[in-house]
């Protein structure tokens, strides 16, 4: 069955960096685009940064443009999220899923605080 | 960007009850909407796409209509269940944005 488990959420202080990694499983990682998509209680769902299935094309929300990158390793079939110059405003729960449109599959979601 | 707004916030409801959820689109994105179903401290899980295809696994009272600007997502007879908050997305182009939230409370 399809899975996606994100790891690399903690506690960094503003201005810091952290990597989210997420590992898919279950099927051919290698066919599927992904997205970023983050949580807060404030803001609701706000997607953050698209890859496309092979890695040539890259999107990104205008709140994290410039600061956070995606990017993707199908050998090994994860996706990460370098995040630099972390705010406060980044503190959420950062989900990866799967889809070309709409959201398929999700992970279980890793927490992110910025916070000094 | 294109905005997405949901009504109402918040909905109390009981067990047996038919249910309807508006989601609105700040400009027309044809059918290229999706519905999500979220529990606390879960991932959000999808129950329809293109408005109105019910994913998988996904229980035949939930249905989805509309094309657009203006979508809705029925519940047909409220389950025990179904008490959670449902979110509307569009994907019909960058950035994706979701609405605010649908909150179905029992009454």
């Known amino acids: 069955q399809v899975q996606l488990v994100e790891s690399g959420g903690g506690v960094v202080q503003p201005g810091g960096s952290l990597r989210l990694s997420c590992g898919a499983s279950?099927?051919?990682?290698?066919?599927?685009?992904m997205h970023w998509v983050r949580q807060t209680p404030d803001k609701g769902l706000e997607w953050v940064a698209f890859?496309?299935?092979?890695?040539?094309?890259?999107d990104y929300a205008e709140s994290v443009k410039g600061r956070f990158t995606v990017s993707r390793d199908n050998s090994k079939n994860t996706v990460y999220l370098q995040m630099n110059r972390l705010r406060a405003e980044d503190t959420a729960v950062y989900y990866c899923?799967?889809?070309?449109?709409?959201?398929?599959?999700w992970g279980q979601g890793t927490l992110v605080t910025v916070s000094s | 960007d294109i905005q997405m707004t949901q009504s109402p916030s918040t909905l109390s409801a009981s067990v047996g009850d038919r249910v309807t959820i508006t989601c609105r689109a700040s400009?027309?994105?044809?059918?290229?909407l999706a519905w999500y179903q979220q529990k606390p401290g879960k991932a959000p899980n999808l129950l329809i796409y293109?408005?109105?295809s019910l994913e998988s696994g996904v229980p035949s009272r939930f249905s989805g209509s509309g094309s657009g600007t203006e979508f809705t997502l029925t519940i047909s007879s409220l389950q025990p269940d179904d008490f959670a908050t449902y979110y509307c997305?569009?994907?019909?182009?960058?950035?994706?944005?979701f609405g605010q939230g649908t909150k179905v409370e029992i009454k």
């Open positions: 899923a799967r889809g070309a449109h709409e959201f398929e599959y």
């Open positions: 279950g099927f051919m990682f290698s066919s599927f685009a």
């Open positions: 890859i496309s299935y092979d890695g040539s094309n890259e």
């Open positions: 400009q027309s994105i044809s059918s290229w």
């Open positions: 293109k408005a109105s």
């Open positions: 997305q569009q994907s019909n182009n960058y950035p994706r944005t």
